[in-house]
Protein backbone atom coordinates (compact mmCIF):
# COMPACT_ATOMS: atom_id res chain seq x y z
CA UNK A 1 0.00 0.00 0.00
CA UNK A 2 1.27 3.34 -0.65
CA UNK A 3 1.79 5.37 2.11
CA UNK A 4 0.89 9.47 2.37
CA UNK A 5 4.65 9.64 3.49
CA UNK A 6 6.09 8.44 -0.14
CA UNK A 7 8.56 10.69 -0.92
CA UNK A 8 7.60 13.40 1.27
CA UNK A 9 9.71 16.10 2.61
CA UNK A 10 9.83 16.12 6.82
CA UNK A 11 10.93 19.73 7.38
CA UNK A 12 9.07 20.91 10.53
CA UNK A 13 6.94 18.93 12.63
CA UNK A 14 4.35 21.28 12.22
CA UNK A 15 3.77 20.14 8.76
CA UNK A 16 2.77 16.61 9.94
CA UNK A 17 -0.90 16.30 10.76
CA UNK A 18 -2.14 14.36 13.76
CA UNK A 19 -2.95 11.18 11.70
CA UNK A 20 0.56 11.58 9.75
CA UNK A 21 2.29 11.11 13.58
CA UNK A 22 -0.13 8.55 15.21
CA UNK A 23 1.33 6.58 11.72
CA UNK A 24 4.84 6.96 12.21
CA UNK A 25 4.37 6.08 16.23
CA UNK A 26 2.91 2.75 15.46
CA UNK A 27 5.03 2.07 12.37
CA UNK A 28 7.84 2.80 15.00
CA UNK A 29 6.80 0.02 17.34
CA UNK A 30 6.78 -2.52 14.18
CA UNK A 31 10.09 -1.77 13.89
CA UNK A 32 11.50 -2.65 17.63
CA UNK A 33 12.29 -5.90 17.19
CA UNK A 34 14.62 -4.99 13.37
CA UNK A 35 15.90 -2.15 15.58
CA UNK A 36 16.80 -4.31 18.12
CA UNK A 37 18.43 -6.82 15.26
CA UNK A 38 16.21 -9.45 16.41
CA UNK A 39 14.56 -9.75 13.20
CA UNK A 40 15.60 -8.90 9.51
CA UNK A 41 14.58 -6.69 7.36
CA UNK A 42 15.66 -5.63 3.51
CA UNK A 43 12.75 -3.30 3.04
CA UNK A 44 15.34 -0.56 1.55
CA UNK A 45 17.53 -2.60 -0.10
CA UNK A 46 19.06 -1.20 -2.97
CA UNK A 47 18.19 2.39 -1.36
CA UNK A 48 20.57 5.30 -0.76
CA UNK A 49 20.29 8.15 1.83
CA UNK A 50 22.62 11.21 2.03
CA UNK A 51 23.43 12.22 5.28
CA UNK A 52 24.55 15.73 4.83
CA UNK A 53 25.82 16.75 8.64
CA UNK A 54 27.30 20.24 7.56
CA UNK A 55 27.80 20.05 11.70
CA UNK A 56 28.87 17.73 13.46
CA UNK A 57 26.29 16.02 15.08
CA UNK A 58 27.17 12.26 16.69
CA UNK A 59 23.56 10.86 17.45
CA UNK A 60 21.53 12.15 14.81
CA UNK A 61 23.83 10.91 12.56
CA UNK A 62 24.84 6.99 13.58
CA UNK A 63 21.18 6.75 14.28
CA UNK A 64 20.16 7.70 10.95
CA UNK A 65 22.86 5.49 9.43
CA UNK A 66 22.08 2.98 11.73
CA UNK A 67 18.70 3.13 10.90
CA UNK A 68 19.34 2.99 7.28
CA UNK A 69 21.98 -0.02 8.00
CA UNK A 70 19.16 -2.27 9.61
CA UNK A 71 16.75 -1.83 6.75
CA UNK A 72 19.35 -3.12 4.02
CA UNK A 73 19.99 0.46 2.40
CA UNK A 74 23.05 2.30 1.99
CA UNK A 75 24.60 5.54 3.30
CA UNK A 76 26.74 8.12 2.00
CA UNK A 77 27.50 11.94 3.01
CA UNK A 78 29.40 13.79 5.30
CA UNK A 79 29.96 14.83 8.47
CA UNK A 80 31.32 18.45 8.79
CA UNK A 81 32.63 20.23 5.57
CA UNK A 82 36.11 20.22 5.98
CA UNK A 83 37.78 18.32 2.76
CA UNK A 84 34.09 19.28 0.72
CA UNK A 85 33.40 21.66 -1.87
CA UNK A 86 31.49 23.17 0.72
CA UNK A 87 34.99 24.74 1.97
CA UNK A 88 35.17 26.47 -1.65
CA UNK A 89 31.94 28.34 -1.58
CA UNK A 90 29.49 26.07 -3.06
CA UNK A 91 25.94 27.19 -1.94
CA UNK A 92 23.96 24.72 -0.40
CA UNK A 93 21.53 24.97 -3.56
CA UNK A 94 24.12 23.35 -5.73
CA UNK A 95 25.43 21.05 -3.20
CA UNK A 96 21.70 19.89 -3.03
CA UNK A 97 21.46 19.47 -6.70
CA UNK A 98 24.24 17.58 -6.75
CA UNK A 99 23.89 15.18 -3.96
CA UNK A 100 20.58 14.35 -6.10
CA UNK A 101 21.75 12.44 -8.70
CA UNK A 102 23.82 10.00 -5.67
CA UNK A 103 20.92 9.05 -3.63
CA UNK A 104 17.11 8.24 -2.91
CA UNK A 105 16.86 11.03 0.49
CA UNK A 106 18.83 13.38 2.10
CA UNK A 107 19.08 13.84 5.82
CA UNK A 108 20.51 17.65 6.61
CA UNK A 109 21.57 19.28 9.33
CA UNK A 110 22.71 22.87 8.77
CA UNK A 111 23.31 25.71 11.22
CA UNK A 112 21.53 28.26 9.55
CA UNK A 113 17.75 28.30 10.31
CA UNK A 114 15.50 27.48 6.88
CA UNK A 115 18.51 25.53 5.25
CA UNK A 116 16.51 22.27 4.96
CA UNK A 117 13.00 24.15 3.60
CA UNK A 118 16.23 25.58 0.63
CA UNK A 119 17.36 22.25 0.29
CA UNK A 120 13.58 21.12 -0.32
CA UNK A 121 13.14 23.47 -2.90
CA UNK A 122 16.02 22.20 -5.00
CA UNK A 123 15.38 19.01 -5.62
CA UNK A 124 13.08 16.46 -6.17
CA UNK A 125 14.21 13.84 -3.61
CA UNK A 126 12.46 14.02 -0.10
CA UNK A 127 14.75 16.26 2.72
CA UNK A 128 14.84 15.18 6.14
CA UNK A 129 15.76 18.23 8.33
CA UNK A 130 18.49 16.95 11.19
CA UNK A 131 18.26 20.38 13.03
CA UNK A 132 18.62 23.83 11.38
CA UNK A 133 20.18 26.12 13.85
CA UNK A 134 18.10 27.37 16.48
CA UNK A 135 15.10 25.97 13.84
CA UNK A 136 13.63 22.92 13.58
CA UNK A 137 14.44 18.87 14.51
CA UNK A 138 11.00 17.32 13.55
CA UNK A 139 13.04 13.76 14.23
CA UNK A 140 13.68 14.56 17.52
CA UNK A 141 10.09 15.62 18.39
CA UNK A 142 8.63 12.42 16.62
CA UNK A 143 10.94 10.51 19.32
CA UNK A 144 9.57 12.20 22.35
CA UNK A 145 6.24 11.71 21.28
CA UNK A 146 7.18 8.14 20.41
CA UNK A 147 8.56 7.83 23.65
CA UNK A 148 5.45 9.11 25.63
CA UNK A 149 3.09 7.02 23.79
CA UNK A 150 5.13 3.92 24.26
CA UNK A 151 5.32 4.27 28.07
CA UNK A 152 1.67 5.94 28.70
CA UNK A 153 -0.28 4.01 25.96
CA UNK A 154 -1.58 7.56 24.66
CA UNK A 155 -0.96 10.95 24.37
CA UNK A 156 -3.82 13.02 24.68
CA UNK A 157 -5.54 13.58 28.18
CA UNK A 158 -1.53 13.20 29.56
CA UNK A 159 -0.33 15.78 31.96
CA UNK A 160 2.86 16.87 30.54
CA UNK A 161 5.13 19.61 32.44
CA UNK A 162 8.00 21.42 30.15
CA UNK A 163 10.50 22.32 32.45
CA UNK A 164 13.93 24.55 32.11
CA UNK A 165 15.05 26.91 29.76
CA UNK A 166 11.18 27.20 27.38
CA UNK A 167 12.26 30.62 25.72
CA UNK A 168 15.45 29.68 23.25
CA UNK A 169 15.07 25.70 23.90
CA UNK A 170 14.11 24.53 19.80
CA UNK A 171 13.19 20.84 21.10
CA UNK A 172 10.60 22.44 23.89
CA UNK A 173 8.91 24.69 21.14
CA UNK A 174 8.52 21.77 18.37
CA UNK A 175 7.40 19.41 21.23
CA UNK A 176 4.93 22.14 22.04
CA UNK A 177 3.10 21.93 18.92
CA UNK A 178 2.76 18.40 18.80
CA UNK A 179 1.58 18.21 22.26
CA UNK A 180 -0.80 20.42 21.18
CA UNK A 181 -2.03 18.87 17.83
CA UNK A 182 -2.52 15.20 20.06
CA UNK A 183 -4.35 16.94 22.83
CA UNK A 184 -2.00 17.07 26.07
CA UNK A 185 -2.33 19.23 29.16
CA UNK A 186 0.09 21.24 29.09
CA UNK A 187 1.97 22.87 32.04
CA UNK A 188 5.40 25.19 31.48
CA UNK A 189 7.60 25.51 34.42
CA UNK A 190 10.71 28.28 33.68
CA UNK A 191 11.87 31.03 35.61
CA UNK A 192 10.55 34.54 34.71
CA UNK A 193 13.60 35.63 32.11
CA UNK A 194 12.85 32.05 30.20
CA UNK A 195 9.69 31.47 29.89
CA UNK A 196 7.68 29.85 26.22
CA UNK A 197 7.38 32.79 23.91
CA UNK A 198 3.88 34.40 23.31
CA UNK A 199 3.32 32.92 20.00
CA UNK A 200 3.35 29.44 21.02
CA UNK A 201 1.06 30.04 23.90
CA UNK A 202 -1.34 31.89 21.72
CA UNK A 203 -1.33 28.82 19.26
CA UNK A 204 -2.07 26.19 22.11
CA UNK A 205 -4.52 28.16 23.29
CA UNK A 206 -6.21 28.37 19.55
CA UNK A 207 -6.00 24.44 19.39
CA UNK A 208 -8.63 25.24 22.29
CA UNK A 209 -6.62 23.41 25.07
CA UNK A 210 -5.95 25.07 28.46
CA UNK A 211 -2.56 25.25 29.69
CA UNK A 212 -0.99 26.98 32.97
CA UNK A 213 2.70 28.30 33.65
CA UNK A 214 4.41 27.99 36.91
CA UNK A 215 7.83 29.33 38.08
CA UNK A 216 8.13 26.49 40.61
CA UNK A 217 8.56 23.19 40.20
CA UNK A 218 7.48 21.57 43.25
CA UNK A 219 3.80 23.40 42.70
CA UNK A 220 2.90 21.01 39.68
CA UNK A 221 4.84 17.73 40.58
CA UNK A 222 1.60 15.87 41.83
CA UNK A 223 -0.22 16.19 39.00
CA UNK A 224 2.49 14.96 35.99
CA UNK A 225 1.91 12.16 34.21
CA UNK A 226 5.20 13.35 32.02
CA UNK A 227 7.90 15.47 33.13
CA UNK A 228 10.32 16.57 30.06
CA UNK A 229 13.16 18.78 31.55
CA UNK A 230 15.95 20.36 29.36
CA UNK A 231 19.33 22.16 30.59
CA UNK A 232 19.09 26.23 31.14
CA UNK A 233 22.35 27.39 29.72
CA UNK A 234 24.85 29.53 31.84
CA UNK A 235 25.43 31.93 29.12
CA UNK A 236 21.74 33.28 29.35
CA UNK A 237 22.55 34.61 33.01
CA UNK A 238 24.81 37.62 33.30
CA UNK A 239 25.31 37.10 36.82
CA UNK A 240 26.60 33.19 37.57
CA UNK A 241 25.23 33.61 41.11
CA UNK A 242 21.72 33.57 39.79
CA UNK A 243 22.50 30.78 36.78
CA UNK A 244 23.42 28.68 40.31
CA UNK A 245 20.70 29.59 42.04
CA UNK A 246 18.01 29.21 39.08
CA UNK A 247 19.53 25.84 37.81
CA UNK A 248 19.68 24.65 41.74
CA UNK A 249 15.46 25.66 41.62
CA UNK A 250 14.86 23.17 39.05
CA UNK A 251 16.63 20.05 39.63
CA UNK A 252 14.59 16.99 39.56
CA UNK A 253 16.13 14.85 42.56
CA UNK A 254 14.55 11.94 45.09
CA UNK A 255 13.33 14.84 47.25
CA UNK A 256 11.24 16.40 44.68
CA UNK A 257 9.95 13.27 43.71
CA UNK A 258 8.01 12.10 46.92
CA UNK A 259 5.36 13.99 45.43
CA UNK A 260 5.21 12.63 41.99
CA UNK A 261 2.62 10.64 40.62
CA UNK A 262 3.66 6.49 40.78
CA UNK A 263 3.49 6.58 37.17
CA UNK A 264 5.24 9.93 36.32
CA UNK A 265 7.67 9.66 33.33
CA UNK A 266 11.03 11.70 33.27
CA UNK A 267 12.67 12.70 30.07
CA UNK A 268 15.37 14.53 28.79
CA UNK A 269 16.71 15.41 25.43
CA UNK A 270 20.23 14.85 26.66
CA UNK A 271 22.73 15.40 27.26
CA UNK A 272 22.28 16.40 30.88
CA UNK A 273 24.13 18.29 33.26
CA UNK A 274 22.87 19.06 36.69
CA UNK A 275 19.63 19.37 35.98
CA UNK A 276 18.76 15.29 36.65
CA UNK A 277 20.75 13.80 39.58
CA UNK A 278 21.92 10.82 39.16
CA UNK A 279 20.43 9.07 42.22
CA UNK A 280 16.86 9.83 40.04
CA UNK A 281 18.65 7.12 37.01
CA UNK A 282 17.74 4.25 39.30
CA UNK A 283 14.09 4.85 39.51
CA UNK A 284 11.39 4.07 37.26
CA UNK A 285 10.77 7.04 36.43
CA UNK A 286 13.82 7.95 34.24
CA UNK A 287 13.09 6.94 30.96
CA UNK A 288 15.72 9.34 29.44
CA UNK A 289 18.16 6.54 28.31
CA UNK A 290 15.00 4.83 26.42
CA UNK A 291 14.15 7.74 24.74
CA UNK A 292 17.45 7.92 23.04
CA UNK A 293 17.31 4.41 22.28
CA UNK A 294 13.85 5.57 20.53
CA UNK A 295 15.23 7.47 17.89
CA UNK A 296 16.68 4.12 16.11
CA UNK A 297 12.78 2.59 15.54
CA UNK A 298 11.58 5.71 14.84
CA UNK A 299 14.20 7.34 12.71
CA UNK A 300 13.86 3.57 10.69
CA UNK A 301 9.93 3.84 10.34
CA UNK A 302 10.30 7.12 8.90
CA UNK A 303 12.41 5.92 6.59
CA UNK A 304 10.85 3.36 5.31
CA UNK A 305 7.57 5.64 4.90
CA UNK A 306 9.41 7.91 2.63
CA UNK A 307 11.46 5.29 0.86
CA UNK A 308 10.05 1.84 1.20
CA UNK A 309 6.40 3.25 1.16
CA UNK A 310 5.26 1.52 4.78
CA UNK A 311 4.39 -2.06 5.41
CA UNK B 1 -13.85 76.58 -6.16
CA UNK B 2 -11.51 74.48 -4.51
CA UNK B 3 -7.90 75.35 -4.68
CA UNK B 4 -5.46 72.91 -5.97
CA UNK B 5 -2.19 73.05 -4.00
CA UNK B 6 -0.87 70.57 -6.94
CA UNK B 7 -1.18 70.88 -10.18
CA UNK B 8 -2.43 67.66 -12.43
CA UNK B 9 0.39 65.80 -13.93
CA UNK B 10 0.49 64.71 -18.10
CA UNK B 11 2.02 61.05 -17.48
CA UNK B 12 2.92 59.31 -14.60
CA UNK B 13 1.35 57.57 -11.39
CA UNK B 14 -0.49 59.56 -8.35
CA UNK B 15 -0.55 57.70 -4.91
CA UNK B 16 -3.17 58.88 -2.99
CA UNK B 17 -4.48 57.83 0.56
CA UNK B 18 -1.26 57.46 2.01
CA UNK B 19 -1.05 57.68 5.61
CA UNK B 20 -0.03 61.16 7.12
CA UNK B 21 3.87 61.59 7.16
CA UNK B 22 4.82 58.14 5.70
CA UNK B 23 5.10 59.97 1.99
CA UNK B 24 8.93 60.07 2.50
CA UNK B 25 8.83 56.13 2.94
CA UNK B 26 6.99 56.05 -0.51
CA UNK B 27 9.70 57.68 -1.65
CA UNK B 28 12.61 55.77 -0.36
CA UNK B 29 10.76 52.74 -1.60
CA UNK B 30 10.35 54.29 -5.24
CA UNK B 31 14.34 55.02 -4.82
CA UNK B 32 13.72 59.16 -5.73
CA UNK B 33 16.83 60.14 -4.49
CA UNK B 34 19.34 62.40 -6.31
CA UNK B 35 19.56 60.27 -9.79
CA UNK B 36 15.40 61.09 -10.82
CA UNK B 37 14.91 63.31 -14.06
CA UNK B 38 11.26 63.71 -13.90
CA UNK B 39 9.52 65.31 -11.71
CA UNK B 40 8.05 64.47 -8.18
CA UNK B 41 5.52 66.32 -6.31
CA UNK B 42 5.12 65.05 -2.44
CA UNK B 43 1.89 66.86 -0.36
CA UNK B 44 2.01 66.24 3.11
CA UNK B 45 -0.40 66.57 5.50
CA UNK B 46 -3.41 66.77 3.29
CA UNK B 47 -6.99 67.35 4.47
CA UNK B 48 -9.23 63.86 3.96
CA UNK B 49 -12.38 62.85 4.14
CA UNK B 50 -11.74 59.55 4.72
CA UNK B 51 -8.57 59.15 6.52
CA UNK B 52 -8.23 62.68 8.25
CA UNK B 53 -4.93 63.61 6.97
CA UNK B 54 -3.22 61.85 4.28
CA UNK B 55 -0.37 62.04 2.19
CA UNK B 56 0.15 62.40 -1.44
CA UNK B 57 3.26 61.91 -3.98
CA UNK B 58 2.98 62.30 -7.79
CA UNK B 59 5.93 60.69 -9.25
CA UNK B 60 5.76 61.83 -13.81
CA UNK B 61 6.31 60.12 -16.43
CA UNK B 62 7.04 56.96 -14.85
CA UNK B 63 4.50 53.66 -14.13
CA UNK B 64 5.24 51.36 -10.77
CA UNK B 65 5.80 48.02 -11.37
CA UNK B 66 4.03 45.06 -9.57
CA UNK B 67 6.77 44.76 -6.66
CA UNK B 68 6.78 48.23 -5.73
CA UNK B 69 3.08 48.67 -5.19
CA UNK B 70 3.88 45.41 -3.05
CA UNK B 71 6.02 47.64 -1.12
CA UNK B 72 4.06 50.40 -0.93
CA UNK B 73 1.17 48.23 0.25
CA UNK B 74 3.25 47.50 3.22
CA UNK B 75 3.37 50.66 5.02
CA UNK B 76 0.74 52.30 3.20
CA UNK B 77 -2.60 49.43 3.09
CA UNK B 78 -5.10 51.92 1.99
CA UNK B 79 -3.36 53.61 -1.00
CA UNK B 80 -4.93 53.87 -4.42
CA UNK B 81 -2.38 54.00 -7.07
CA UNK B 82 -3.31 56.26 -10.09
CA UNK B 83 -1.81 55.77 -13.76
CA UNK B 84 -2.00 58.88 -15.55
CA UNK B 85 -2.06 59.22 -19.27
CA UNK B 86 -2.44 62.51 -21.19
CA UNK B 87 -4.15 63.83 -17.93
CA UNK B 88 -6.56 61.24 -17.58
CA UNK B 89 -6.72 58.83 -14.81
CA UNK B 90 -6.01 55.81 -17.48
CA UNK B 91 -6.24 53.09 -14.00
CA UNK B 92 -7.34 52.95 -10.92
CA UNK B 93 -6.15 50.76 -7.86
CA UNK B 94 -5.86 49.99 -4.52
CA UNK B 95 -2.78 48.73 -3.27
CA UNK B 96 -3.53 45.30 -2.24
CA UNK B 97 -1.08 42.94 0.10
CA UNK B 98 -0.42 39.11 -1.62
CA UNK B 99 -0.68 36.21 1.00
CA UNK B 100 3.24 35.75 0.43
CA UNK B 101 5.42 38.41 -0.11
CA UNK B 102 8.17 37.47 -2.35
CA UNK B 103 11.39 39.62 -2.64
CA UNK B 104 10.39 42.63 -0.75
CA UNK B 105 11.25 42.55 2.47
CA UNK B 106 14.79 41.07 4.28
CA UNK B 107 14.71 38.66 6.79
CA UNK B 108 16.24 40.17 10.50
CA UNK B 109 17.22 36.81 11.52
CA UNK B 110 21.18 37.09 10.68
CA UNK B 111 21.25 32.97 10.73
CA UNK B 112 18.22 32.74 8.26
CA UNK B 113 19.14 30.99 4.99
CA UNK B 114 17.55 33.53 3.41
CA UNK B 115 20.44 36.24 4.34
CA UNK B 116 23.07 34.01 2.94
CA UNK B 117 24.52 33.60 -0.67
CA UNK B 118 21.85 31.07 -2.08
CA UNK B 119 19.56 31.58 -5.43
CA UNK B 120 16.46 32.49 -3.71
CA UNK B 121 14.78 35.19 -3.43
CA UNK B 122 13.06 35.74 0.44
CA UNK B 123 9.78 35.25 1.06
CA UNK B 124 7.28 36.13 3.64
CA UNK B 125 4.01 34.46 4.63
CA UNK B 126 1.26 37.16 5.18
CA UNK B 127 0.09 36.26 8.46
CA UNK B 128 -2.41 39.40 9.03
CA UNK B 129 -2.81 42.31 7.19
CA UNK B 130 -4.59 44.26 10.21
CA UNK B 131 -2.08 44.52 11.92
CA UNK B 132 0.17 43.11 9.13
CA UNK B 133 2.31 40.39 10.96
CA UNK B 134 4.78 38.40 8.23
CA UNK B 135 6.43 35.56 9.10
CA UNK B 136 9.52 34.41 7.29
CA UNK B 137 8.96 31.04 4.87
CA UNK B 138 12.80 30.04 5.24
CA UNK B 139 13.25 30.68 9.15
CA UNK B 140 9.84 31.14 10.83
CA UNK B 141 10.52 33.89 12.21
CA UNK B 142 7.77 36.90 12.53
CA UNK B 143 9.30 39.64 11.06
CA UNK B 144 9.27 42.64 13.85
CA UNK B 145 10.06 46.52 12.42
CA UNK B 146 8.51 45.63 9.25
CA UNK B 147 8.72 49.14 7.55
CA UNK B 148 12.95 48.79 8.09
CA UNK B 149 13.23 45.78 6.00
CA UNK B 150 11.77 46.18 3.39
CA UNK B 151 14.27 45.50 0.50
Known amino acids: MMSSFQGRDILSIRDLSRADIELVLKAAKKMVPVAAGSRRSKSLDGKILATLFYEPSTRTRLSFESAMARLGGRVLGFSGTEGTSVQKGETLADTIRMVESYSDAIVLRHPQEGAARLAAEFTERPVINAGDGAGQHPTQTLLDLYTIWDEKGSIEGQNVTLVGDLRYGRTVHSLTYALAELGAHLTFVSPPTLEMPREILEHVKERGLAFRTAHRLDEVMRDSDVLYVTRIQKERFPDPQEYEEVAGSYRVDEAILRDAKRGLIIMHPLPRLSEIAPEVDRTKHAVYFKQASNALPVRMALLDLILGGGE | ?151
Not at chain 2, 44 to 54: F, L, T
Open chain 2, 1 to 151: MKELRVTPIKNGTVIDHIPAGRALKVLKILGIGDSVTSTVTVAMHVPSRAMGWKDIVKVEDRELESREIEKIALIAPAATVNVIRNYNVAEKRRVTLPDRAVGILRCANPNCISNVREPIETEFVVRSKNPLRVVCKYCDRELEEIVTHIV
